[in-house]
């Protein structure tokens, strides 16, 4: 069920705070769960499983488009769904490119980018 932005005086409901903690808890998940020993280099799910040609890059275009429909239901405009859905398909192109792809994917982020444009429109909205 979609919901809207909580306002400055406005307290956000349990259902609204736990839908963007699950958002936050899957971006993690697929773009810097792991990190590469002895570095600061970290990546997820959508670098391991971009590593299958075609079928990985689809399958993690999908959870993407999943979570910006999440990001929808937390309130987040037509503009700025918009915004989320061209970068996950800039990384689904780019991550498509065998090796140079999933480099790619380590560096873009589009799921915590994604999360992040949500983070500042909510709080644009929550502002006094």
């Known amino acids: 069920m979609p919901h809207k932005i909580p306002g400055a005086?406005?307290?956000?409901?349990?259902?609204?705070?736990?839908?963007?903690?699950?958002l936050d808890q899957k971006a993690t998940l697929l773009d810097s769960r792991y990190r590469i020993p002895f570095t600061r280099v970290r990546f997820g799910w959508d670098a391991i499983v971009g590593l299958l040609p075609i079928v990985g890059d689809l399958a993690m275009a999908?959870?993407?488009l999943y979570l910006v429909s999440c990001?929808?239901?937390l309130g987040a405009d037509g503009r700025l769904a918009l915004r989320m859905v061209l970068n996950v398909l800039i990384d689904a192109l780019?991550?498509?490119?065998?090796?140079?792809g999933t480099i790619f994917d380590i560096f873009f982020?589009?799921?915590e980018r994604n999360l992040q444009l949500l983070i500042d429109q909510i709080e644009r909205h929550r502002r006094p």
């Open 71 to 73: 990001a929808r239901q």
């Open 9 to 22: 005086h406005d307290p956000a409901s349990p259902e609204y705070l736990r839908l963007l903690g699950y």
């Open 62 to 64: 999908a959870a993407s």
């Open 94 to 100: 780019f991550g498509a490119i065998p090796i140079i």
């Open 109 to 111: 982020r589009a799921n």
